[in-house]
């Protein structure tokens, strides 16, 4: 019981002693700043921040994702054809690995 009594002097002469004493912003700021933060707090600054991305990178990489959707895939193969025209017919002699399922 006397550990109690002597241990609630201290405290509430302690909270009298700091009743009046303020912390400045800058020390708040750099108490804040080099405490050790849990997971929650580090996932939460991680998700909140701020990504930059220019704007002419963005267009370049999207237009370049439009072209390869949008061309044909064998408009740039080229093919190792030869014709050889006998009257008013055409033979269109191909080689077999330009080939492919539609031809």
């Given at each position: ?26 020390l ?54 030869s ?12 080689d ?8």
């Amino acid at each position: 019981m006397n550990k109690d009594r002597f241990a609630s002097e201290i405290k509430s002469i302690m909270d009298e002693e700091v009743k009046d004493i303020e912390l400045s912003q800058e020390l708040k700021d750099r108490i804040f700043k080099y405490r050790k933060k849990g997971l929650k707090e580090k996932i939460n600054e991680f998700l909140n921040k701020e990504i930059e991305i220019p704007l002419v990178s963005v267009v370049a990489i999207s237009s370049i994702i439009f072209l390869i959707i949008a061309l044909p895939r064998g408009l740039f193969k080229i093919e190792n054809t030869s014709v050889i025209n006998i009257g008013s017919s055409q033979i269109i002699i191909r080689d077999e690995r330009s080939l492919d399922k539609n031809d």
